[in-house]
């Protein structure tokens, strides 16, 4: 196999492990540390926003400017980043929301509900995410 191939495939191995080390650790943790979760969820936010408009808006910009021009390219990849904003900001508004927002829970179950709407918006982000992927590789 080229190594390219195979360092690819080590990298995606090495993200599915630490997706499972991860939950693994969430499991059998006994309380939520919602400090932590929120440091936690600023960070993966800033490498998301770096990876999305650095690496990602680029690799679109180019691959639409080829296709449509550089003019119309261009255009195109930013309606596309901020449409996707505006759809999952669509979504966030029509899921039904808990008593209050994560950042500002004070009872026990306010807290568990709010965690469990993050993790389905959060699940269901991944999956729009990995959607365009999964396509582009079927074609």
């Known amino acids: 196999m080229n190594s390219n191939v195979m360092f690819a ?3 995606t191995i090495m993200a599915g492990l630490a997706t499972g080390v991860g939950s693994i650790i969430a499991v059998f943790a006994k309380t939520t540390n ?3 979760l929120a440091g ?3 960070f993966s936010a800033g490498v998301m926003l770096y990876v999305s408009m650095i690496e990602i808006f ?3 910009r180019t691959y639409l400017s ?3 021009g550089d003019k119309m390219g261009y255009y195109i990849a930013v309606a596309a980043f901020f449409g996707g904003i505006i759809f999952i900001g ?3 508004y029509f899921v039904p929301s808990a008593e209050g927002d994560i950042g500002n ?4 179950d306010n807290r568990s509900v709010a965690l469990k709407r ?3 918006m959060t699940a269901l982000a991944i999956g729009i995410h990995n959607f365009p992927d999964e396509f582009v590789a079927m074609v």
């Open 34 to 36: 919602t400090k932590f």
């Open 105 to 108: 829970l004070n009872e026990k």
């Open 66 to 68: 080829a296709a449509m």
């Open 40 to 42: 936690s969820l600023g």
């Open 58 to 60: 680029q690799k679109s």
């Open 9 to 11: 495939l080590s990298l």
């Open 90 to 92: 669509l979504i966030d």
């Open 118 to 120: 993050m993790g389905f």
